[in-house]
C-alpha cells in the first residue's frame, strides 16, 4: 500500500467550499484520519471511523474533497469500489463477517456532517449487539408510520415521470 500525502481540499466550486465545516474539510485538513489510513490507491483512500457501528466499520473517500457523489469522476468511483472488494475480503477474514451494509449519505438531511463525500462500510454478523436487529427497510423507512403498498398503476406513472427527466 502506498502512503501520500494528505489529500488537499480544492473548493473547485463555490458549493463545495460553501459546504466545508467552518474549520476546514475533516478528512483532508485534519491529521487525525490520515494517521488510521488502512489503504489507498492514487484516486481513493480508506480508514476506520471513530465512531464505529460495528468492530470494522470503514470509510472510502476519493483523494480529490468533494462533496457529492455526482463530483466524482467514472475513475473515482472505480477506484473506491477497487478498495471496497479489497476491504471486504481483508474484513471477512479479521473479523469473521458474513454481510455488509453500504451507504452514502448526501445532505444534512440524510445526516450527513463530513462534506467529503464517503462510503460507509459497515460489518454485519450474527450476535453482533451494537445494532442486533438492523432491517433497512425499518431504518429507512420509520416502522411507527403506516406504509400502503403503492397501486401498480401508481408505480407505472412514477417510472413515466422519471423517464422524462433522464439526462
Known amino acids: 500500500?502506498?502512503?501520500?500525502?494528505?489529500?488537499?481540499?480544492?473548493?473547485?466550486?463555490?458549493?463545495?467550499?460553501?459546504?466545508?465545516?467552518e474549520t476546514g474539510c475533516a478528512f483532508c485538513e485534519k491529521?487525525?484520519?490520515?494517521?488510521?489510513?488502512i489503504i489507498e490507491n492514487d484516486l481513493a483512500w480508506s480508514f476506520p471511523t471513530y465512531i464505529p457501528?460495528?468492530?470494522g466499520h470503514l470509510l472510502i473517500c476519493p483523494q480529490r474533497c468533494v462533496a457529492t457523489v455526482d463530483e466524482l469522476t467514472r475513475e473515482e468511483i472505480l477506484a473506491i469500489f477497487d478498495l471496497m472488494s479489497?476491504?471486504?475480503?481483508?474484513?471477512?477474514?479479521?473479523?469473521g463477517v458474513d454481510?455488509?451494509?453500504y451507504a452514502w449519505n448526501e445532505g444534512k438531511d440524510a445526516g450527513k456532517s463530513v462534506q467529503h463525500v464517503?462510503?460507509?462500510?459497515?460489518?454485519r454478523k450474527k450476535g453482533y449487539t451494537v445494532i442486533?436487529?438492523?432491517?433497512p427497510r425499518e431504518f429507512l423507512y420509520r416502522p411507527s408510520r403506516e406504509r400502503p403498498q403503492s397501486p401498480t398503476e401508481a408505480l407505472a406513472e412514477i417510472v413515466k415521470l422519471i423517464q422524462k427527466n433522464i439526462v
Open 86 to 95: 479489497k476491504l471486504k475480503l481483508a474484513l471477512q477474514k479479521t473479523f
Open 31 to 37: 491529521a487525525d484520519a490520515r494517521k488510521r489510513l
Open 118 to 123: 464517503h462510503l460507509h462500510m459497515v460489518t
Open 99 to 101: 454481510g455488509f451494509n
Open 132 to 135: 442486533y436487529e438492523y432491517e
Open 53 to 55: 457501528i460495528t468492530s
Open 1 to 21: 500500500t502506498r502512503r501520500s500525502a494528505k489529500p488537499q481540499c480544492r473548493g473547485a466550486n463555490p458549493l463545495q467550499a460553501s459546504m466545508k465545516n
